[in-house]
Structures are given as structure tokens and as C-alpha cells.
């Protein structure tokens, strides 16, 4: 999956989201993430939103403190987000269209933070933009052992990985679970009338037991310090 999806999701959806409606039972991983993400804002000068989509969520973290900069490998995504800051400017916010898979356009140790909101795991690659004691905290839905491979050879330490595996994601209809699968990266437009059999099969394991439409939710926390 190149930045081909990403960018056509841009100009879709007016950026990386969903606006399937559904509902959210038991504790989230991603609530216990942005809790901790906003303490960790309040004690950082300057941080890297590593993945930052259309900056919907750069912009609203910018509130708790820090100067932070968007990082997004899609040029698409990076306009939305510069568009959102022509309407609101905020002094505190900056987006770069840069790609992890190169060298990034930062000074060594300039940021004290990084954080990666299902954002690209090769910014790993790039501890050397991570002052010294600078914290990284990251939430993905899998490819953990990816993760911390490459904490462990990049000079991270106090390596810490939780799993939250509890809360329960229910939709209320057919249409709101297709926008949802819809939204996953790499996937099919489901709501294509024309995908309705691809649809269909897709479906089933979201059926649960009760009759419901839901899954559970599975996302790894994981947290390091630059060495």
C-alpha cells in the first residue's frame, strides 16, 4: 500500500477519518493514549506529530502546551492540514510533507517528544531528531514485534508495551460498518454500491453472538526513552 491510498482517502473524506457512527464499550486504548499523550505535552517545548493525517488532531493536542509540529508522508493529507491552520492560524503549529523512508528535515535533538497515533513505525528509524532522554509514546493495532525491534536498535530504552484488549466497538447498521472498513488502510470503498458482494463477506465476523454488529477493540501502547 503506497501513499496512493492515503492521498485518495484526502480527497474523499477531506482527510484521515471516518465518519462512520458507532459506539465504544469498555475502556479504549485510544482514550488511555491521548490521557497520556496530553501529560506528556504539558512538560514538552517541542513536539513530533509522526503521522499527523489532515492535523485535526495535531491542532487539538496543540492546546495542552507544546509547540508541535506535523509530520505526514502524504502530500494531501499535509494540504488539509495547512488549510485548516489558513483558517484558524496557530504559531504553535507547523506541517512538513516529508517521508520516513528518507533522511527528515530536522535538526539533531530537536524534538523532546515524539508521538506516532497509528503514524508510520519507520520513524523509529530517526532517533537521532530525539534529544537524549527525549520520550516516545505510539498506539498501533498490531505489528508489535516490529515496534520493538526497532526501539531496541535505535537507541531506545526503558522500553514499556501494554495491550488494551477490552472495550467493544458496535455499529448500528450495515452502511456504518461498511464506512468503517472503508476507512482501514489499503481497503475498498465498501459503501460502492458495486463491492456489495466483497461487502456481504467481509461482514461475517463482525456478527457477533448477539446479533450484533461489533469487535473488539485491539491496540498496543507502547512507550520508550532515547538513550
Same mark, same amino acid.
Given at each position: 500500500?503506497?501513499?496512493?491510498?492515503?492521498?485518495?482517502?484526502?480527497?474523499?473524506?477531506?482527510?484521515?477519518?471516518?465518519?462512520?457512527?458507532?459506539?465504544?464499550?469498555?475502556?479504549?486504548?485510544?482514550?488511555?493514549?491521548?490521557?497520556?499523550?496530553?501529560?506528556?505535552?504539558?512538560?514538552?517545548?517541542?513536539?513530533?506529530?509522526?503521522?499527523?493525517?489532515?492535523?485535526?488532531?495535531?491542532?487539538?493536542?496543540?492546546?495542552?502546551?507544546?509547540?508541535?509540529?506535523?509530520?505526514?508522508?502524504?502530500?494531501?493529507?499535509?494540504?488539509?492540514?495547512?488549510?485548516?491552520?489558513? *483558517?484558524?492560524? #496557530? &504559531?504553535?503549529?507547523?506541517?512538513?510533507?516529508?517521508?520516513? /523512508? =528518507?533522511?527528515?528535515?530536522?535538526? @539533531? +535533538?530537536?524534538?523532546?517528544?515524539?508521538?506516532?497515533?497509528?503514524?508510520?513505525?519507520?520513524?523509529?528509524?530517526?532517533?537521532?531528531?530525539?534529544?537524549?532522554?527525549?520520550?516516545?509514546?505510539?498506539?498501533?493495532?498490531?505489528?508489535?514485534?516490529?515496534?520493538?525491534?526497532?526501539?531496541?536498535?535505535?537507541?531506545?530504552?526503558?522500553?514499556?508495551?501494554?495491550?488494551?484488549?477490552?472495550?467493544?466497538?458496535?455499529?448500528?447498521?450495515?452502511?456504518?460498518?461498511?464506512?468503517?472498513?472503508?476507512?482501514?488502510?489499503?481497503?475498498? *470503498?465498501?459503501? #460502492? &454500491?458495486?463491492?456489495?458482494?466483497?461487502?456481504?463477506?467481509? /461482514? =461475517?465476523?463482525?456478527?457477533?453472538? @448477539? +446479533?450484533?454488529?461489533?469487535?473488539?477493540?485491539?491496540?498496543?501502547?507502547?512507550?520508550?526513552?532515547?538513550?
Amino acid at each position: 500500500m503506497g501513499m496512493e491510498w492515503y492521498d485518495a482517502i484526502a480527497r474523499r473524506n477531506g482527510g484521515y477519518k471516518s465518519n462512520a457512527i458507532y459506539s465504544v464499550e469498555g475502556q479504549s486504548g485510544e482514550q488511555v493514549f491521548e490521557e497520556r499523550l496530553k501529560e506528556l505535552l504539558a512538560f514538552s517545548k517541542h513536539a513530533l506529530d509522526a503521522g499527523c493525517g489532515h492535523g485535526d488532531f495535531t491542532i487539538r493536542m496543540s492546546s495542552f502546551g507544546s509547540r508541535i509540529t506535523g509530520l505526514d508522508n502524504s502530500i494531501e493529507m499535509i494540504k488539509l492540514a495547512e488549510a485548516s491552520l489558513h *483558517d484558524t492560524p #496557530n &504559531p504553535a503549529i507547523r506541517f512538513i510533507h516529508a517521508t520516513t /523512508k =528518507e533522511k527528515l528535515p530536522f535538526e @539533531d +535533538g530537536e524534538f523532546d517528544l515524539i508521538y506516532n497515533r497509528r503514524g508510520p513505525t519507520s520513524i523509529l528509524n530517526h532517533a537521532r531528531i530525539l534529544k537524549p532522554k527525549g520520550k516516545i509514546i505510539g498506539i498501533h493495532t498490531g505489528a508489535m514485534e516490529v515496534v520493538k525491534e526497532r526501539l531496541a536498535s535505535n537507541e531506545f530504552v526503558n522500553i514499556e508495551v501494554e495491550i488494551f484488549d477490552q472495550a467493544m466497538i458496535y455499529f448500528p447498521n450495515d452502511r456504518e460498518l461498511a464506512k468503517f472498513l472503508t476507512g482501514v488502510p489499503g481497503n475498498i *470503498d465498501y459503501t #460502492n &454500491p458495486d463491492n456489495i458482494e466483497l461487502f456481504r463477506a467481509r /461482514k =461475517e465476523p463482525f456478527i457477533l453472538h @448477539d +446479533g450484533r454488529l461489533g469487535m473488539r477493540e485491539w491496540k498496543y501502547i507502547w512507550t520508550a526513552e532515547k538513550r
